[in-house]
């Protein structure tokens, strides 16, 4: 039995991947964990495929963050146009027996696109020959052009700034599918990335944002210090948006305003044009793989058979009767095959074959993740101390991402946009707690001191977060710090985790160096998945 993976069954998985975080599907977090040392801090251990160490890692959990849909986006292989280079062309037939002028013997392997300096990315038609490409293309409209090395082109879509920033690397680049009609939600481009306040108005005590424009699902909080508005956080950044107008409305407040950036929608237009005019399943081009003889110029017709409609071409024939070329005079549409075939009505030419080369059937720029052959998920996220979950003072040593873990209760998923495994106690004693010391408690339980806080923002340490060793914790328990002796510890209050560290499928983990998070402190977390 012969079995073939096809390279679109692989991009088709990374879409469904790229689906189930974007639909909110399933629930994905990056978490850190392990705040112990390593035998070696300098040499972290090599992470073991096990379930016992998948379940280690999850009990050394220390905070997790939700990965939303500004946070990940579908990546494919990056060609830079770097002049005086050779660049395959599109060729819908590359196999061994059509191998590319890269050697590549399939569509996904051949360099036949490219990422311009104004981060255009354009596909290669004709290559001229297998010549090198000397001028670099930056027209940004819905036709092909050619230009003056002989190299055809075809405009795709521009990376924007945002994805240049958290996604673009020197091995990948982002690719996106502008939504229009008929087209799955998740593909949608334009989520919300952040909102500026221009104006902070005076006389508030509340306010309402209300985000309008033609996406959905975009909502934001406003933060008031004094009588004004002085930050807006967006709270969900929505999708489909190619633009968007910010209303901050008020019981009492006038004057403020603001204004959103878009994720990825610089110019949201270009590429919106090129999805919509592209025409399904063209003749591109067609090749003479032997010549004949005996044939005569302007004598020789060109028939073209298929399943779509409209293409047309001639036969140009040198002096000694060989067919040279045939230009596509119309590409014609709805083609996924087309042979070709000459006829004459004088001459009696021979022995002369041509390949038909078809575009894809939703047209060159239809889906551009398609079309690329994107099969790699990227996911960046920050972490930042913009709420208590995110510890800070403590070190980690471990990333990983985990997939629908549950509440404490393991009754409901956990769907919170951060949340800690670890036990929340109030004390009168802070001192009595260092962190990474060993608390244990004469209910049987043992902990490990995570994070201190001043919580009441008053200058003193009244909040303790402790990691479960073993179980077994009461606010009336007596407990006992291991590492300094002093026992008989009471605590004034009690918070369960947010989370099951019992719970989730582990899809990723990194072991590292220690990292220690400071209040201002911002770590960005990058994962790529390939299939």
Known sequence: MTILVRRTGRQQLARSFFRDIHNVNDYFYVFASRAQAWDDDALPETPVDSQAYMQQYKRDMLFVKKIGAADTVLLTKRYDWVTGTVYDQYDDSYSSAYQSNSGATNLADANFYVMTDDFNVYKCLNNNGNSASTVEPTATGTEIFELSDGYVWKFMYQIGAADRTKFLSSAFMPVRKVAGTGNPAFDVNGEIDSISVTAGGSSYTNATVVVTGDGTGATATATITGDAVSAITITSAGTGYSFAIVDITSTDGTGATATAVLGSTETPSLQQAVESTAVSGTLDRVLVTAGGQDYIQGDVVVLINGDGTGATGSATVDAAGTVTGVNVTNPGSGYTFATLTLTQTVGSGTGCTLRAIVGPYEGHGGNPPKELFASNVGITTSLTSTNDDIIIGNEFRQIGLIKNIQNYAEDALFTLSTGTPCFIITVSNPSSYNLDDIITVDSGGRF????????????????????????????????????????????????????SVHSGDVMYIDNRKPITRDADQVETVKVIFNF
């Open 448 to 499: 490990r001191v995570i994070q201190k806080l001043d919580t009441n923002n008053d200058g003193t340490i009244e909040t303790v977060y402790l990691q479960e060793i073993l179980p077994g914790i009461t606010v009336g328990g007596s407990f006992n710090n291991v590492n300094t002796g002093v026992t008989g510890m009471t605590i004034n209050s009690l918070t369960s985790p947010e989370m």
